[in-house]
Nanobody, 123 residues
Framework: QVQLVESGGGLVQAGGSLRLSCAASGRTFSSYNMGWFRQAPGKEREFVAVIGRSGSVTSYADSVKGRFTISRDNARNMVYLQMSSVILEDTAVYCC????????????????WGQGTQVTVSS
């Protein structure tokens, strides 16, 4: 399995931008599909975005489409989530996840998870 560590969370004003990073251990990072999920207090974990192994294929939740961008750097074992035009409803703990085979929106498809980073959007 791959070990994942997120960073980049914090407090951001509505309408602002933030970039989350996820550092992965291991030499086989490029063989994993990578996803971002979020969980707000009292709510279930929610799919945000997913990117394929080479980075050429991506998919987004409707709630973030056009505002968030997922990308990856296989040479650096990193995956990113660029958040723009954030809204109050984006407040959540954001986690990255990895799967060697699954490319989709279900959290249960991903076997490796990071601890998460808190994003708080203020008005």
């Amino acid at each position: 399995q791959v070990q994942l560590v997120e960073s980049g969370g914090g407090l951001v004003q509505a309408g602002g931008s933030l970039r989350l990073s996820c550092a992965a251990s291991g030499r086989t990072f490029s063989s994993y599909n990578m996803g971002w999920f979020r969980q707000a207090p009292g709510k279930e974990r929610e799919f945000v975005a997913v990117i394929g192994r080479s980075g050429s294929v991506t998919s987004y939740a409707d709630s973030v489409k056009g505002r968030f961008t997922i990308s990856r750097d296989n040479a650096r074992n990193m995956v990113y989530l660029q958040m723009s035009s954030v809204i109050l409803e984006d407040t959540a703990v954001y986690c990255c996840a990895a799967s060697p085979s699954y490319f989709g929106v279900q959290p249960t498809g991903f076997g490796s998870w990071g601890q998460g980073t808190q994003v708080t959007v203020s008005s």
